[in-house]
């Protein structure tokens, strides 16, 4: 089946801008994840969704950051005034969600560069 | 919250012979511990995982073992073959507890692999 997907691949944006990605997790995944990973580094957490639940936002390094998930599936994160700093690759993953599957698959990734 | 350390940064082996990656986690709640392979370019891919209630899980030439005591788990991948060579993560995470199925990922150890 399907993979999560993300877009755009590659956003080029100018300091002070706004700008949404957009993932869509693989069908019948409740749980969805935001990550981000700057050039040559780790991966850093930024927020979490479990079906209806309340998201888990304690990875949002600052309140520039927000994300929606809407009907449960789609997501979109949005990051208000970007910074230079928020050059990074930003990573989608879903599972299946509680009590059914631990395993999180990754989209491809938005890569983001703030000029 | 959890902190993930991951050693070495970099390895350096011959075709055929074995690679080691060592990571230890801070949160004795951690209850998955998954491994990723991330390629230039690419999205990170599940290679194998444990859950805490296992010491040990094999798949082919790859083996993950975990010692709750201790807190660290390690990656062993035997007869190395040069597309092996890659950015290999760990991370822990604390499951269905709570909010809290978000993954925290060692800095990653990046591999190769000499013909």
């Known amino acids: 089946g399907a993979g999560v997907s993300q877009s755009p691949s590659n956003k080029v944006t100018e300091k002070g801008k706004d700008v949404e990605l957009r993932c869509d997790p693989i069908?019948?995944?409740?749980?969805l994840y935001w990550y981000r990973q700057s050039l040559g580094q780790g991966l850093e957490f930024l927020i979490y969704?479990?079906?209806?639940?309340?998201?888990?936002k304690s990875g949002l390094p600052s309140d520039r950051f927000s994300a929606e998930r809407t009907g449960g599936s789609v997501s979109t994160l949005t990051i208000q005034r970007t910074q230079q700093e928020d050059s990074a690759v930003y990573l989608c993953a879903s599972s299946a969600g509680f009590r059914r599957s631990y395993e999180q698959y990754f989209g491809p990734g938005t890569r983001l560069t703030v000029t | 919250g959890e902190n993930v350390e991951q050693h070495p940064s970099t390895l350096s082996v011959q075709e055929g012979d074995s690679a080691v990656i060592k990571c230890t986690y801070s949160d004795s709640a951690s209850n998955y511990f998954p491994w990723y392979k991330q390629e230039l370019g690419k999205r990170p891919q599940l290679i194998i995982d444990?859950?805490?209630?296992?010491g040990e899980k094999k798949d082919q030439r790859i083996a993950v073992t975990l010692n709750k005591t201790a807190k660290h788990f390690s990656l062993h991948i035997t007869e190395t073959q040069p597309e092996d060579s890659a950015v290999y993560f760990c991370a822990a995470s604390m499951g269905w507890r709570g909010s809290q199925g978000n993954l925290i990922f060692g800095k990653g150890t990046k591999l190769s692999v000499k013909p």
């Open positions: 969704f479990q079906g209806n639940s309340a998201p888990d």
């Open positions: 444990i859950r805490s209630n296992v």
């Open positions: 069908s019948g995944h409740t749980a």
